[in-house]
């Protein structure tokens, strides 16, 4: 909990934290109340404008959170003396995670005035705005653990940010795609692996625990990887 305080602050330290909730704010704000707004343009009480604009805002937004996180602390050396203290790789890595998920929680808990507006404009499914934002918190959670992973094989923050972007893109379309064109066995693995689909589901209001799981592993398993990759880098 030290480190995620530390790792949460050191955003707001510096410009990153009012950058990205200004931007995040500013195009999920637009697209929302002002482009193609159900609300204004068909009567009809809805955020999901907002949910389909923050899906691919966060996606775009997360590599460059998570690039920093490792791979300046392997730059720099302080990876080391943070280990001289009595705590793990695990809760290294664990803290940072946690840093990020928090501001990605902040900057979607500023949006909640959109819905409160909304749902005194016209009757609002409440159901689907509640599984669209936790659709969103465990899609963040994935993406940021992909992020800490990739960024724990370098010491070079752009080199990070673009094994982040790749790695998210096959997550985000390449599996979509291969599932539609492999059968059998090779094709429900992609399909299961397509994060997107996943996502839907639950913003959907199917909360089924196959989704929840998924996310899960992918999270655990990520993360598990870049606490891999600093030990190996230590043994060697």
Avoid at 25 to 34: D, E, I, R
Avoid at 159 to 164: E, H, N, R, T, Y
Avoid at 191 to 214: C, E, K, P, W
């Amino acid at each position: 909990m030290i480190i995620t305080k530390k790792e949460f602050k050191s955003y707001f330290d510096s410009l990153m934290a009012y950058i990205m909730l200004f931007m995040f704010l500013g195009l999920t704000g637009f697209f929302t109340w002002l482009y193609g707004s159900d609300v204004f343009y068909t009567s009809t009480a809805s955020l999901s404008p907002f949910f389909q604009t923050a899906y691919w805002t966060l996606f775009l937004f997360i590599p460059a959170l998570t690039m920093k996180h490792v791979a300046e602390e392997l730059k720099t050396g302080t990876i080391e003396l943070l280990l001289t203290k009595p705590i793990t790789y695990w809760q290294v890595i664990a803290g940072k995670f946690l840093a990020t998920w928090l501001l990605i929680a902040v900057s979607l808990a500023l949006t909640l005035p959109w819905y409160i507006t909304i749902a005194n404009l016209g009757p609002i499914d409440h159901g689907n705005v509640i599984t669209g934002y936790l659709g969103l918190l465990l899609m963040s959670g994935a993406y940021i653990s992909i992020g800490i992973f990739t960024s724990s094989l370098t010491q070079n923050q752009i080199v990070a940010f673009l094994l982040a972007l790749v790695s998210c893109i096959f997550f985000q379309i390449i599996f979509s795609m291969l599932a539609s064109v492999f059968d059998g066995t090779l094709g429900n693995i992609f399909q299961y692996l397509d994060l997107r689909a996943h996502y839907n589901n639950v913003t959907r209001g199917i909360v089924d625990s196959r989704d929840i799981i998924y996310f899960l592993s992918v999270i655990f398993i990520s993360l598990l990887g870049a606490e891999a990759s600093l030990l190996k880098r230590n043994l060697n």
